[in-house]
């Protein structure tokens, strides 16, 4: 029995994809690009200059009484459409379909973004407290107990936040690692049972 798969990629993933599923058993049966551009209005801006003084002035000035400003945005879709055919009597034929599952699950881990916002707004908050600390003593002025309990708790809730965050981020990244090396390794027991 042949089963069949379809995909939309993109054209610069067209040889990997097609390469990927050659791997898991699939044969290409066809592709075909598709293209399309649709412009559209997406504002129009009006400007008149009425009647009155200042109308009258600025259509004496532009030589006419307004101005129409029409503003457009082309959408581009561009895409290859593959089909794909696989026999299910091939051998090794449930190990493939198990493995290109997990391989894609595990490829479809992102990298994460490190957590540079939230570091800089913790530092800034903390620079702030301590600057102010800071002109407090030069200025020799006597601190409010609320003031000092801001200035004990923002550099510690500051710390805590950051700690977490990049303590969040260093899990992400080592988990992306491992599901990039659960799909190495799936890939190549795969291309060992087809034989690619």
Not at 24 to 48: C, H, M, P, R
Not at 59 to 76: A, C, H, L, M, Q
Not at 147 to 164: D, F, L, Q, R
Request: overall charge negative; aromatic content about 12%; charged content about 20%.
């Amino acid at each position: 029995m042949i089963e069949y798969s379809t995909h939309n990629v993109s054209p610069d993933n067209e040889d990997s994809f097609q390469k990927i599923k050659e791997c898991f058993g699939w044969q290409l049966v066809s592709e075909n690009e598709v293209y399309s551009e649709n412009t559209y209005i997406s504002d129009i801006k009006a400007t008149s200059y009425g009647d009155g003084f200042v109308g009258g002035f600025m259509s004496g000035f532009t030589g006419s009484d307004g101005k129409i400003e029409v503003n457009t945005r082309t959408d581009v879709t561009n895409y290859i459409h593959m089909r794909f055919a696989r026999d299910t009597d091939m051998p090794g034929y449930d190990t493939l379909r198990t493995n290109e599952d997990l391989f894609m699950s595990y490829s479809a881990v992102d990298y994460p973004d490190k957590p540079f916002k939230s570091t800089i707004i913790c530092v800034i908050a903390t620079l702030i407290i301590v600057m102010a600390v800071v002109l407090a003593i030069i200025n020799g002025t006597a601190a409010a107990p609320w003031e000092i309990a801001v200035c004990v708790i923002v550099p510690i809730v500051s710390a805590i936040i950051m700690a977490v965050m990049w303590t969040r981020y260093k899990k992400r990244t080592e988990l992306y690692y491992y599901s990039m090396d659960k799909a190495k390794s799936l890939l190549q027991e795969a291309r060992d049972i087809v034989g690619v």
